[in-house]
């Protein structure tokens, strides 16, 4: 159920955390798939096929990044115009580079087209980020924030790779979302590669379903959702190879605080 910080591991879905410690700040619930990490913990319960055994009773973990201001953020801050809105980008083919600032409306990719952010912040209002078919996502040194209207779901054969931003405000950040964004992001595709920095969705649920393996090739990723939900038969990598990466830890994660956590 929403709200109740619960991590759902479903089908034979798999999360192969071999480095990073596993959190939930209430249950576990593991159903015909699987969790393996270096340590798994849950502050009421834990049910299931977990590798280790689930440790319960634990201790709640704040929110790593509540002094993160992001309600007076300049991409945000604006609400978009009629005119903002009409020029969303939504392609089906080509090669285009998207500069960073606010996307009014959202990017939607299908067919063949390719979308390539340049490195910067980048900030999604009143829309989806939508790559589906066999289009493609990707950058470098950036970070995606959603409004909480909009959301992103990665769909079919799209191939994603992004890594976080490396230095500034949001550095070791590679998608976030606002406080009060309740909503469902979704990775079903086939080809999600890299998702290299921090996945921060405070209030919101992370949905990973499909076949395919998602972040496997990220030198690291954390993280950080109010729910996470694993269906179908995905397989979830959580790395924790810090060193390989020039996209840097931010404080209170990483190899001093686990990888993947649920939130209050």
Not at 98 to 114: D, L, W, Y
Not at 187 to 202: Q, R, T
Request: proline fraction near 4%; include cysteine.
């Amino acid at each position: 159920d929403r709200g109740k910080q619960l991590l759902h591991v479903k089908d034979s879905s798999r999360m192969n955390a071999p480095s990073c410690m596993v959190h939930s700040n209430r249950d576990i619930e593991v159903q015909g798939g699987s969790i393996s990490a270096a340590a798994v913990q849950a502050v009421t319960s834990a049910r299931g096929y977990i590798s280790p055994s689930a440790n319960t009773g634990a201790a709640p973990i704040d929110d790593p990044f509540s002094g993160l201001d992001l309600e007076s953020e300049v991409g945000f801050a604006v609400l978009c115009s009629a005119v903002e809105l009409s020029n969303r980008i939504k392609v089906t083919s080509g090669v285009h580079y998207v500069r960073p600032g606010r996307h009014c409306g959202g990017i939607e990719a299908k067919g063949t087209a390719r979308i390539v952010l340049e490195p910067g912040d980048h900030f999604f209002l009143s829309g989806h980020l939508v790559i589906e078919e066999t289009a493609r996502l990707e950058g470098q040194d950036v970070v995606l924030f959603f409004d909480a209207a909009s959301r992103f779901e990665f769909k079919d054969e799209a191939r994603v790779n992004l890594d976080g931003r490396r230095s500034g405000a949001y550095a070791g950040i590679v998608m976030g979302s606002m406080r009060r964004n309740q909503q469902n992001f979704i990775i079903s595709a086939d080809h999600v590669e890299s998702l290299l920095g921090v996945i921060y969705v405070p209030a919101a649920r992370l949905t990973v379903e499909g076949t395919a393996d998602v972040a496997r090739d990220s030198a690291w990723t954390v993280i950080v959702a109010n729910e996470v939900l694993l269906k179908g038969s995905p397989s979830l990598f959580i790395n924790a190879n810090y060193d390989a990466s020039n996209v840097p830890v931010p404080a209170g994660v990483g190899p001093r605080a686990g990888g993947s956590r649920l939130i209050q």
